[in-house]
């Protein structure tokens, strides 16, 4: 065991952490698919109900659009608790082993749980019921991926202290996630056209097998990972408020928080419009969604170690943005999509956004984890779980707000819950619709591109 020192200037009286395991750089290939067997889970859990709960409350139990939106948002605020909460739990919990594992096992079940509860929502008569259960369900969903996932994303500032090799553990991570997205995106919907896209036995189903999916991958994970470095909690370590002030004074955090915002908030958009969008405004089948997510899984696969490569060349920063620049103009073509446009279309520009979503996930993280190695070699005080914490209440806020955004446009737009979706076509459903998939992306994309030009945090600032 090695015991790293305060530098000079850190607070006086705080204990360093001591730092146990593997040598900074031993982070073996099993050990990375263990931990980011995890990713798949949390994708999982994450995409599916961000892509599926808007129609699923809307088209499947009849809830008014606007309220459903809102109960989706309203759900995930419980985020603002529940995640500097657990991050500041996990940076303190005293135990023998890694003080972040315990939540994963946690959080494994929970998160498993409550996907199960969602999508197996009774059909009470009378709409209140329906959304009473459904917002217990989501309250659930939203303190289980606290649990899980906030200690989850702490451990790879844990695992290494190198520079480049974050950026391999987080390429990992990635490939896990573009399974979930092959899964969600083609599996999924082949399902719910053979078994009824608006019977509720068809989104039970689903539920029953995510929720095995969740919770098999979330435990490998917390197995998988027992022999990885980490880090012991510090006896005495400043107050919470006081470490979370310290927090959101890091320039480097905020830039990357605003990043990430403005990005995920156009995912998330899109995600809550994409199956009306393509019902709607294509007048396809959900159908064609299967080959779409299978050629952009494939370029997942192959562009996260390409991206890695990249990284290595011209930086992370210059990476994340050029991914950033194709997702931007992507996006913005959907402006132009018909129900006369061939199917290959759909496919190539599902493709070219899945690119550059792999360029976001993988630079983010790779970035935040140096921004933590930064924070702990200038102040003597490891607050991975504080980090993580408000990174993924980003998340859940932007996944949370999207689905509100697009809830209230389509009541606006005058949606009738009760027609099938592909039957209304308006031109103000159509806007309703762009707004989700083509204009909140492509807007705060070019936004993102903006903040990610101002981001200085280069390799040589580490020591």
């Known amino acids: 065991m090695t015991t790293s020192q305060a530098p000079q200037g850190a607070t006086d009286g705080i204990l360093a952490n001591a730092v146990t395991g593997p040598p900074p750089a031993c982070t073996t290939p099993g050990l990375r698919l263990a931990w980011g067997s995890g990713a798949l889970g949390v994708a999982l859990l994450m995409n599916s109900v961000g892509g599926l709960i808007l129609f699923y409350m809307v088209s499947i139990l009849h809830i008014e659009p606007a309220l459903a939106g809102s109960l989706i948002f309203v759900s995930k605020l419980l985020g603002v608790v529940t995640d500097p909460m657990v991050g500041t739990w996990s940076d303190r919990l005293q135990t023998s082993g890694s003080r972040r594992r315990p939540f994963l096992l946690a959080g494994a079940m929970i998160c498993a749980g409550s996907y199960v509860m969602i999508f197996t929502t009774p059909l009470f008569d009378g709409q209140a019921l329906r959304a009473g259960y459904v917002f217990v369900a989501l309250l659930i969903y939203t303190a289980g991926y606290s649990l899980f996932n906030v200690p989850f994303m702490a451990m790879p500032a844990e695992m290494t202290d190198q520079y480049h090799e974050r950026t391999a553990i987080h390429s990992v991570r990635m490939m896990f996630v573009a399974v979930a997205g092959l899964i969600v995106g083609s599996v999924f919907p ?10 509720w036995g068809s989104y039970a189903l689903l539920g029953c ?15 998988g990972t027992s022999s990885a470095r980490f880090s012991t909690a510090q006896v005495q370590r400043p107050r919470v408020m006081a470490e979370i002030g310290h927090v959101f004074a890091n320039r480097h955090f905020l830039r990357l928080l605003g990043v990430k915002f403005t990005q995920l908030l156009g995912v998330a958009a899109t995600q809550a419009a994409s199956m009306y969008f393509l019902l709607n405004v294509l007048q396809a089948k959900l159908t064609l969604m299967a080959p779409a997510a299978l050629v952009a899984t494939l370029v997942q696969l192959v562009a996260a170690p390409v991206l890695v490569w990249l990284s290595r060349r011209i930086g992370k920063a210059q990476t994340y943005i050029f991914g950033a620049v194709l997702y931007v103009l992507t996006v913005a073509s959907w402006a132009l999509a018909s129900p006369d446009e061939p199917a290959w279309a759909y496919v190539l520009r599902l493709s070219v956004i899945a690119f550059g979503a792999c360029g976001n996930v993988i630079m983010a993280m790779s970035m935040l984890t140096d921004i933590i190695s930064l924070d702990a070699q200038t102040t003597g005080i490891r607050r991975e779980g504080v980090f993580t914490a408000f990174y993924s209440f980003t998340e859940k806020f932007t996944f949370a707000f999207g689905p509100l955004i697009v809830g209230v446009a ?20 159509r806007q309703a619709l762009l707004l989700g998939v083509c204009y ?24």
């Open 190 to 199: 082949l399902l719910l056209e053979h078994f009824g896209r608006l019977a």
């Open 209 to 223: 097998i995510g929720g095995a999916i969740i919770l098999a991958s979330t435990l490998v994970a917390w197995g």
């Open 410 to 429: 389509l009541s606006a737009a005058g949606f009738d819950k009760n027609l099938p979706p592909e039957v209304m076509q308006t031109p103000a459903i």
């Open 440 to 463: 909140i992306p492509a807007v705060l994309g070019i936004v993102s591109i903006a903040l990610l030009a101002g981001y200085k945090l280069k390799q040589e600032d580490l020591k």
